[in-house]
């Protein structure tokens, strides 16, 4: 069976700290990847995706990057944190666009 | 622009009672239809697709109207265990489009 492991589960970073956050999955070969967040008592923002090893697509302009260096592997980044960058960062799976995604266990970041 | 609108809610609903609560869809390109539910700090789960015959799971029974663009989830027989955010989905060749999600209260 598929799982999606993200970690860590909780972060506190100062502001100006860098970023690093990996998502990986198991049990499935070559799936669409996510990155979405999602601030407290707002929807789930899509930050990027990816089709295949190298290939990020961003979906708003931002303070973050992403990178797919495997193919179950991805990875969210930042040089320098804002305040306005904390948040729930959910990374999700798929076989493919418009199918069921199915999503990691988060992580909360409190950037103070 | 593509857009899922839900209601926020919260709906408060008493134990046993059943509750309905629609969701719109803006692109009509849409192919694929999900309620997914999303308890408080957890990560959003599948709780069922939906399909254009409408579909059943247990209690739950979710219905799409293609015409009006809307997608309707009932809710029978309701439990606290049912207190959640639900989200409603729509998508197609180019992702998925989540709704801000519907906040479910179930009191005893």
């Known amino acids: 069976s598929q799982t999606i492991h993200q970690w860590p589960a909780t972060l506190v970073q100062p502001v100006g700290s860098p970023l690093s956050l990996e998502c990986t999955v198991e049990?499935?070969?070559?799936?669409?990847l996510y990155w979405y967040r999602q601030a407290a008592g707002r929807g789930l923002q899509l930050l990027f995706y990816?089709?295949?090893?190298?290939?990020i697509s961003s979906e708003v302009p931002q303070n973050l990057s992403a990178s797919r260096p495997q193919d179950r592997q991805f990875i969210l980044s930042s040089k320098k944190l804002l305040l306005s960058d904390s948040g729930f960062y959910l990374c999700?799976?798929?076989?493919?666009?418009?199918?069921?995604?199915?999503f990691g266990a988060g992580t909360r970041l409190s950037v103070l | 622009r593509k857009e899922v609108e839900q209601d926020p809610g919260p709906f408060n609903v008493p134990e046993g009672a059943t509750v309905a609560f629609n969701c719109t869809y803006s692109n009509s390109a849409s192919q694929s239809f999900f309620w997914y539910r999303q308890d408080c700090r957890k990560e959003p789960k599948l709780l069922m697709s939906v399909y254009s015959s409408g579909n059943e799971d247990g209690r739950f029974t979710a219905q799409l109207n293609r015409a009006s663009q809307y997608i309707s989830l009932l809710i029978r027989d309701s439990k606290l265990s049912d207190s959640a955010t639900y989200l409603c989905v729509g998508g197609g060749a180019d992702g998925l489009t989540f709704g801000k999600g519907t906040h479910l209260i179930i009191q005893p």
């Open positions: 990816s089709v295949g090893i190298g290939q």
């Open positions: 999700a799976w798929s076989t493919g666009e418009g199918n069921i995604q199915y």
């Open positions: 049990g499935t070969s070559n799936p669409n």
